[in-house]
């Protein structure tokens, strides 16, 4: 089992940067395929992207393509979002969670308590 913790929300202009960070705990990390996910007000949760294991693949969905960033750090046992050219659209509740398998639809098995991002026009 592992536990996740986001950190790094927070208020940002439209244009901005900001990074998020996901601290894992438990059973090894670098064994889990990580990702992002985020939910708006009145919308469904939806993915944003994942890392391998490795830290050597990823994949996004097409609206964060080119801005935002997935990166992890085995060692450290993190999961980062860099987010630049943030997009009042950008505006949800970031989560990150971990998977026993790479896969899409990322399955999702352990989950943290979310971290708010919110984008100002």
């Known amino acids: 089992q592992v536990q996740l913790v986001e950190s790094g929300g927070g208020l940002v202009q439209a244009g901005g940067s900001l990074r998020l960070s996901c601290a894992a705990s438990g059973r090894t990390f670098s064994s889990y395929p990580m990702a992002w996910f985020r939910q708006a007000p009145g919308k469904e949760r939806e993915f944003v992207g994942v890392?391998?294991?490795?830290?050597?693949?990823?994949y996004y969905i097409d609206s964060v393509k080119g801005r935002f960033t997935i990166s992890r750090d085995n060692v450290k046992n993190m999961m980062y979002l860099q987010m630049s050219s943030l997009k009042p659209e950008d505006t949800a509740v970031y989560y990150c969670a971990a998977s026993e398998k790479l896969e899409l639809p990322f399955p999702g098995k352990y989950w943290g308590q979310g971290t708010q991002v919110t984008v100002s026009s």
């Open positions: 890392i391998s294991r490795s830290g050597d693949a990823t």
